[in-house]
């Protein structure tokens, strides 16, 4: 660093000459005059590090604004997901439908039926806000509901098979990601891990080998997030639950994404839905209400009325309940689905993945030249076709044809830096932009953009330096 200028020093503003200024006191009057002057001694002592404060009085003033800005900023941001993965569980996953979005805010900031029975009016039972929606949309003739899928499973697992055993096939011992791990779900469940099959084959005989006095229940799970190819046998759930009714033991389908609507009809590849699974006789079927459902983050657990009851009285089930705010979401979002020729215009998730390629092209025609100019001369921006996915461990084989923007680096050389700092650059706007990397380019994929003047507008505070990369 260069030796301070003691003459710069010597005319660094006094905090109570930066607090004079117009920028401070208006500053004050929207974080308050402690935060101003904390913010206004940070910005001294790092002009003095510095060697002095560019831009006198009111540049110190200025920036001290800046400081206060940056930290007032939420650290939950919405973000640009251009990743071209539309349930990005990183990136929160589903988006609300408007109806939800409705609901929630309407539990908020009132107080709400949530376990009042009004017709009778005594405490009611939170499920019975979603029970008869699930059941019609299943089939299946009970439910209930609790914090997300992995609650569900664990919560299933811990009652029907606490200090028994629960039967698996090895080619379903899947890891899901986070931590959640078939085996080690189990054992916190405090049920008995029986492997059966091998990882590509596993036959009836497999399970019926393996059934026994201490059989607490055999688990399905669909294995959401990878297949295995070739030489493979697996039982289905059909023949599972014959076997399973034979023996009196219960069958347990852990679905995942949880679809309610054949995906086919949208183009997409078929992904067993719920009513399917609940239809081949699983006794309990368990799925998310944030993956292909498109609502909050959720786990159901549908099915048999005797084990529905059963685990409900699991004292656990109090520790993993939902709160009224999702409640309300989720009855929103599940009665979309009673009008399945409109849920798609109503649903996010289903429209954004039903969204036609042509579209997306065309948005990315009109974004392309206003790309190229914000982003500079070091980059050639192209539109591209390109392929979404779906995420969250749903139909990870397929893709949907889409189109986007390929950001690609002149300079050969530099390209991993100058991507770095590109995409640093992105992430740092005040609507952080996320693309992903590809073939030495960044590439935007559009499918789930919706406003572009927004897009557009937010680019403008877009500086790329190339040293960044260092910081990515
Ligand atoms: C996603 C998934 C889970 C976990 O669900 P969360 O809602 O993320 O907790 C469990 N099982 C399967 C098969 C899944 O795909």
């Not at 219960?250 to 997409?268: A, F, H, K, W």
């Amino acid at each position: 660093m260069a030796k301070p200028d003691t003459f710069a020093l010597r005319k660094l503003p006094s905090v109570d000459e930066v607090l004079r200024t117009t920028a401070a006191t208006d500053a004050a009057a929207r974080y308050g005059r402690l935060a101003v002057v904390s913010a206004v001694r940070e910005t001294l002592a790092a002009a003095r590090a510095n060697g002095g404060a560019p831009g006198g009085t009111d540049g110190v003033a200025a920036a001290a604004l800046t400081r206060l800005e940056i930290a007032q900023r939420p650290n939950l941001r919405p973000v640009f997901n251009l990743t071209g993965t539309v349930l990005h569980t990183n990136l929160g996953r589903a988006l609300w439908a408007e109806a939800a979005i409705a609901a929630a805010q309407l539990a908020m900031r009132n107080a709400v039926a949530l376990e009042f029975d009004l017709g009778a009016g005594h405490r009611g039972d939170r499920d019975d806000l979603i029970r008869d929606l699930l059941c019609e949309l299943t089939g299946a003739e009970d439910a209930t509901v609790v914090n997300n899928n992995a609650a569900a499973v664990l919560l299933v697992l811990n009652t029907l098979a606490k200090g028994r055993e629960a039967i698996v096939s090895r080619g379903e011992l899947i890891e899901i990601g986070g931590a959640f791990r078939m085996p080690e779900i189990m054992s916190r469940a405090g049920a008995r891990l029986i492997e059966v099959g091998t990882t590509n084959r596993t036959h009836k005989k497999d399970y019926v080998g393996a059934l026994g006095p201490k059989t607490g229940l055999i688990l399905k799970v669909h294995t959401s997030n990878y297949r295995i190819e070739g030489f493979t046998k697996e039982v289905s759930a059909r023949e599972l639950a014959a076997l399973a009714r034979e023996r009196k033991v219960p069958l347990v389908n852990d679905l995942g994404s949880g679809t309610l609507i054949d995906l086919s009809r949208y183009g997409l590849a078929h992904e067993p839905t719920v009513k399917e699974a609940v239809g081949a006789g699983a006794d309990l079927v368990t799925f998310s209400g944030d993956k292909l459902l498109g609502g909050p983050q959720a786990g159901f657990i549908v099915g048999r009325k005797d084990l529905v009851a059963r685990v409900k009285a699991n004292p656990m089930k109090r520790a993993l309940r939902i709160d009224k705010i999702r409640l309300a979401a989720l009855e929103a979002t599940l009665r979309l689905y009673r009008d399945p020729d409109r849920v798609a215009e109503r649903l996010p998730t289903l429209r954004l993945l039903a969204r036609p390629k042509k579209e997306i092209e065309a948005a990315a025609r009109r974004l392309q030249p206003v790309i190229a100019t914000k982003i500079g001369a070091g980059f050639d921006v192209t539109v591209t076709p390109c392929a979404s996915q779906i995420g969250s461990g749903a139909l990870p084989m397929e893709t949907v044809s889409s189109a986007g923007l390929s950001v690609r680096p002149r300079a050969a050389r530099r390209s991993g830096r100058l991507l770095a700092a590109l995409s640093m650059a992105l992430r740092r706007l005040p609507v952080p932009v996320v693309g992903r990397i590809e073939d030495k380019a960044l590439l935007l994929d559009l499918r789930c953009l919706d406003d572009e003047a927004a897009f557009v507008a937010n680019l403008a505070s877009l500086a790329i330096a190339e040293d960044d990369d260092a910081m990515a």
